[in-house]
């Protein structure tokens, strides 16, 4: 089965053809994906309306691109998947209206995906380790991004607990909203990475800042970075704010906020009784959480599983691989057009 998938939830279009006929990585035919960050740069975060009109433009010549770099004719797509939720209402919709129109006219199912589902089988998709393969539930997945920060319990495909998340802002949110504080252009998340990493380079040992990991002080799974990203802003008010301070706040963010995901995976992988953990996100990009978490799992005889970089931020494969899974099960939905801007993936049924 060659599935078609589209990922409009915010403000990155992505398309992507994956074939179930073929394994592992090599079922990823082709794949493309258009950031809109130059255009809402200047607002110094996402405007819907506008990320809504790109996702118009550019979806149809997304399309074309990727079914050409897949050597395929869109009368050889046998089915559709798309982004249904949860994300701006307004984006959802393109990729759901274009979705099902394809489908409506090729007579082949579509059916809406979950995008934090997405992100979490984004790793099954490839076979990262030669020796063990891809990742089998149960396992443990931490959804990690600048919409969401979730520990869940996969218990099988479809099957998922909610363990902990974050009551305030996400990870992914926190390290953009503390760049802007220290005047970081938009999006400043991987900007604020590559400054820690500056400063650990420049001043190995321990750094000059050190923050607070939050509510690892007590028991439970749940997340908070607000306070931590309060305790940024006022060291960097009565700092000098020279560029050397600038890093130097940076990485002690950065390794705050990385401590705590370790933490708080490791108390999840014992709540669930796991070694596996998966996961995945735009976070799970970030060089220093993957080596903490893999010297983490392995210290516990276990593993963690990561999508390549360029497959932690949203995009079109995941998408076309969660629906081919599911496609596959014989789950499609009607014609109607229909999005979900808040899903609670729990709903979710098993495939």
């Given at each position: ?24 990585s ?30 118009v ?7 074309r691109?990727t079914?050409?770099e ?30 099902r ?10 059916v ?16 990262p ?5 891809p ?15 979730q ?13 902990g ?25 991987p900007q604020?990475a ?8 420049a ?29 940024v ?5 009565d700092?000098?704010q ?15 906020v990385?401590?705590?995901?370790v ?26 959480l ?42 499609f ?19």
């Amino acid at each position: 089965m060659r599935v078609l998938g589209i990922e409009t939830s915010c403000d990155e279009t992505g398309v992507a053809v994956y074939d179930t006929a073929l394994k592992g990585s090599q079922g990823l035919r082709a794949h493309a994906l258009y950031s809109q960050i130059a255009l809402h740069a200047e607002y110094g975060g996402v405007v819907p309306e506008l990320a809504s009109r790109d996702h118009v433009r550019k979806l149809l010549p997304l399309i074309r691109q990727t079914l050409a770099e897949a050597g395929l004719g869109l009368d050889e797509i046998d089915g559709v998947a798309y982004t249904a939720g949860p994300g701006l209402a307004g984006a959802l919709l393109v990729g759901a209206g274009v979705a099902r129109s394809l489908a409506w006219a090729l007579e082949v199912p579509a059916v809406g995906v979950h995008h934090m589902e997405g992100h979490l089988l984004a790793p099954l998709m490839e076979d990262p380790d030669p020796i063990h393969g891809p990742p089998q539930a149960p396992f443990v997945a931490l959804l990690v991004s600048g919409g969401h920060t979730q520990l869940v319990a996969v218990d099988a495909i479809g099957s998922y607990r909610l363990l902990g998340e974050t009551l305030d802002d996400a990870a992914g949110e926190a390290f953009d909203k503390t760049a802007k504080m220290m005047g970081l252009p938009y999006p400043g998340g991987p900007q604020l990475a590559a400054l820690a990493e500056q400063s650990l380079q420049a001043r190995p040992g321990a750094g000059a800042y050190k923050f607070s990991r939050p509510m690892t002080d007590r028991p439970g799974l749940d997340f908070s970075f607000s306070g931590l990203k309060t305790q940024v802003l006022l060291a960097w008010r009565d700092s000098d704010q020279s560029d050397t301070t600038r890093a130097d706040i940076a990485r002690g963010f950065e390794e705050a906020v990385v401590d705590t995901l370790v933490i708080k995976c490791e108390r999840a992988l014992d709540a669930a009784g796991s070694d596996t953990l998966v996961v995945a996100g735009g976070v799970g990009a970030n060089k220093r959480l993957r080596a903490r978490l893999h010297a983490m799992a392995a210290r516990r005889g276990g593993r963690a599983c990561f999508p390549r970089p360029e497959l932690c931020t949203d995009n079109g494969a995941m998408i076309a691989f969660a629906g081919a899974l599911r496609l596959q099960a014989g789950q499609f939905e009607d014609a109607a057009v229909k999005v979900a801007p808040r899903w609670d993936m729990a709903t979710l049924p098993k495939v």
